[in-house]
């Protein structure tokens, strides 16, 4: 049993029947009165994100969620493609909203880890780190500045992020796929 002090970022519990992962938290303490959380949960099958407010008396049921490994194999519209690692022939598919921000650096053939519960797949997990390819780059052009610039570059997955003025077109990128931040060139 999880209470009120163990929801924490990356807690996973469920609630009215359904796994919900803590994204944000804030505690209030207000004078006198009991102590407040207010948290920002997604539900991990639907890939809703909902705010609420949790008292001290609370307790929650810890979810039991299996990973698997799965590889990426190609997104249309908003539904993304998985297949488990070693039988190609077992597929499933997700939703943009299932997945999360993080879908926009899925690259076809990448390996990511897929969460199951109750026998049902309802999420994957990327690599907190991923290389990939820089499709365009505008010039970067030096300037009067104190500190080094950035610029925006499209990657070979179709997502914008800035980068350092020196990256070109064709260059591979690690980038963190928690922060959707630059974190250095390959």
């Known amino acids: 049993m999880l209470n009120y002090y163990d929801l924490r ?4 519990f469920i609630l009215d029947g359904q796994p919900h992962e803590v994204l944000e938290f804030q505690q209030i303490k207000k004078a006198r009165a009991a102590g407040l959380l207010q948290a920002k949960i997604k539900n991990l099958i639907t890939g809703k994100v909902l705010e609420r407010t949790f008292h001290q008396g609370d307790n929650f049921e810890e979810t039991e969620i299996e990973k698997i490994s799965a590889k990426f194999i190609y997104a249309n519209k ?3 493609v998985f297949c488990r690692a070693g039988d190609p022939s077992k597929r499933f598919e997700l939703s943009e909203d299932q997945i999360g921000g993080s879908a926009k650096f899925l690259a076809p053939n990448m390996e990511v880890q897929a969460n199951v519960y109750e026998s049902q797949i309802i999420g994957v997990d990327l690599p907190i780190k ?7 780059a505008a010039p970067g052009v030096k300037g009067n500045r104190a500190q080094s610039g950035t610029k925006a570059v499209v990657l070979e997955t179709g997502a914008t992020i800035q980068a350092p003025l020196f990256v070109q077109a064709g260059d591979v990128l690690e980038i963190n796929t928690e ?4 974190s250095k060139r390959v």
Not at 130 to 136: A, H, I, Y
């Open 9 to 12: 970022r990356g807690v996973q």
């Open 130 to 136: 991923v290389q990939l390819k820089v499709k365009e």
């Open 78 to 80: 908003d539904k993304f």
């Open 179 to 182: 922060t959707g931040e630059y």
